[in-house]
């Protein structure tokens, strides 16, 4: 049973540039949410998608956008990248609606941008 | 908008005692508190949760307890081990339709 895989495990960038991270859920869930987590903090929620489409939102401008696929997998942008982008960002798989059905981490992407 | 704080920051304490993390949360209607252990260059793992029904759970070394009038939630460790030196995040979720909301994080040395 495959956990959440996340591609790639890293990643460096020049301000301005664009930046594709990707997702795989564990099997059997149909929601995934990103979180960014920058050094010594904990994860900050950016975006829920389900049934292909953003249900809930953090606080994060425009510049990160989002896709959810058929097959659950998922995509996370970031347009016009700033030195601040730099972080941990995660994704974590559950199935909505459960009533317990805690988050399922991957091991995550590190962004570094420059 | 709803918040989840922490303390403390870091704790460090002699192998074999105990350790007590703390949080608290903002938003009255969360029903769930899940606390995620994250070893160095690893991913957050869920270690214990506990919902508002219930106001006290433990396994094994691990124990949660719950105020839900005050809005405070606590992590317990008995008998710690050098293994158990991570950072420990908790977090709040209103519903299972819901974001989940973490903390800050605790930092957590045992010293052998």
């Known amino acids: 049973d495959a956990g959440v895989t996340q591609s790639p495990t890293h990643l460096i960038k020049t301000r301005g540039q664009q930046v594709t991270l990707r997702c795989s859920p564990k099997?059997?869930?149909?929601?995934v949410s990103w979180y960014q987590q920058a050094l010594g903090q904990g994860p900050q929620f950016i975006f829920q998608?389900?049934?292909?489409?953003?249900?809930q939102r953090g606080n994060f401008p425009d510049r990160f956008s989002g896709h959810q696929f058929p097959n659950y997998s998922s995509e996370l942008n970031v347009n016009a990248l700033l030195l601040g982008d730099s972080a941990l960002y995660l994704c974590?798989?559950?199935?909505?609606?459960?009533?317990?059905?805690?988050?399922?981490f991957g091991n995550g992407t590190r962004l570094t941008v420059t | 908008g709803e918040n989840v704080e922490q303390h403390p920051s870091t704790l460090s304490v002699q192998e074999g005692d105990s350790a007590v993390i703390k949080c608290t949360y903002s938003?009255?209607?969360?029903?769930?508190f899940p606390w995620y252990k994250q070893e160095l260059g690893k991913r957050p793992q869920l270690i214990i949760d506990?919902?508002?029904?219930?106001g006290e759970k433990k396994d094994q070394r691990i124990a949660v307890t719950l105020n839900k009038t005050a809005k405070h939630f606590s992590l317990h460790i008995t008998e710690t081990q050098p293994e158990d030196s991570a950072v420990y995040f908790c977090?709040?979720?209103?519903?299972?339709?819901?974001?989940?909301?973490f903390g800050p994080g605790t930092s957590l040395s045992v010293i052998p």
């Open positions: 974590a798989s559950s199935f909505l609606g459960q009533a317990r059905s805690p988050l399922h």
């Open positions: 099997s059997g869930h149909d929601t």
């Open positions: 998608y389900y049934e292909e489409e953003e249900r």
């Open positions: 938003d009255s209607a969360s029903n769930y």
């Open positions: 506990i919902r508002s029904n219930v």
């Open positions: 977090a709040a979720q209103k519903t299972s339709y819901d974001k989940v909301i």
